[in-house]
């Protein structure tokens, strides 16, 4: 086969990752959501780079100072998935010459307010001319004391699926039907997306007690899955958390909530696996700090994902391909 004929368009994000990039790089890196390194004074530095297409990223209801937010959301989100503090942000954008200054500004606006808001620090970047599509990356550095891993010989008994979903997919649902009229839960979460950052304190709380973790913002089927084969176990959820006016909104364009919830992307939300002996702890922190969360069962073997009953297949946002669905056996 000649492999420099293929496409990234038939190859997709993924494929391009695993079986090109992986031959690069210096360790086994891949399979988590952001790199850490253990330094002089004990702690680890953590480290995850993030960013998009502002043609792909920005929703006509948005504007440049919302994805200037989000962009930073999308990198402490990957660090609070690893129980990482972020520290410092560096953002780097590539916009077309005709842009005006002034949305060029709300663009930096938008990464330096998200910066306060997360208790980091903005410290520099690099600027750029596109002669096409405008883009903007960040990377965030972070410190944890002990970081979550996404893989580990013990992963635990039960998954805590931390807050609500179906709002993203809805708000993708209505965009590619072009309504004009959107509910406000749909403008709030997509114009201002909030990492968990409020998660670090039940970290802190339960790190012995904490397995795996990892990010949700490719959306929330594929952030299970990922983790069932990686640890080699099945998950079953009972039920996940759609708001009651979220759910009836899909409904009305005559989807099914729980697979639009289960496709999502952008949740920026986070799942993490916990032993039997800590569940009632943890959910009473939780509840304490007011995070919304389902739980889940883990089983050993052969890796599959069941949600109310039915068996869902991998379904996740590829940046070539864009949602792709595989079955599962």
Not at 117 to 127: E, I, K, M, N, R
């Amino acid at each position: 086969m000649v492999f420099y004929l293929v496409s990234l368009g038939r190859l997709g994000e993924k494929g391009f990752i695993l079986n090109y990039i992986s031959k690069h790089l210096s360790r086994d890196v891949l399979l988590d959501d952001a790199y850490y390194v253990r330094v002089a004074s004990g702690d680890y530095l953590v480290l995850k780079v993030d960013g998009f297409s502002l043609r792909s990223a920005k929703y006509p209801w948005m504007d440049y100072y919302d994805v200037g937010w989000k962009v930073v959301t999308s990198v402490v989100s990957d660090l609070v998935a690893k129980y990482a503090t972020p520290k410092y942000v560096l953002v780097s954008i590539g916009l077309n010459r005709g842009r005006s200054v002034s949305e060029a500004e709300d663009l930096i606006s938008g990464v330096s307010d998200a910066c306060r808001y997360y208790g980091a620090s903005l410290v520099g970047g690099d600027t750029n001319v596109s002669e096409g599509d405008e883009w903007v990356d960040a990377v965030a550095v972070g410190t944890s004391p002990n970081p979550i891993p996404i893989r580990a010989k013990d992963p635990g008994d039960y998954i805590i699926i931390v807050g609500e979903y179906g709002v993203t997919g809805l708000a993708y649902e209505l965009y590619v039907r072009d309504v004009k009229k959107l509910p406000n839960k749909v403008i709030e979460v997509t114009k201002r997306p909030k990492a968990r950052v409020e998660l670090l304190n039940v970290f802190t709380k339960f790190r012995d007690c904490i397995c795996v973790s990892t990010d949700v913002s490719d959306g929330l089927a594929e952030a299970l899955h990922r983790l069932s084969t990686i640890n080699e176990v099945s998950i079953t959820i009972n039920e996940l958390r759609i708001p009651k006016e979220v759910r009836a909104m899909i409904k009305n364009l005559g989807l099914d909530p729980m697979d639009v919830a289960l496709r999502g992307g952008e949740e920026f939300e986070v799942i993490f696996t916990t032993k039997t002996e800590c569940l009632d702890g943890l959910i009473n922190e939780l509840r304490r700090f007011n995070i919304p969360f389902t739980i889940g069962v883990l089983r050993r073997g052969m890796h599959k994902v069941i949600v109310n009953s039915r068996k869902v297949p991998y379904v996740g946002w590829d940046n070539y391909l864009g949602y792709t669905t595989i079955e599962t056996k």
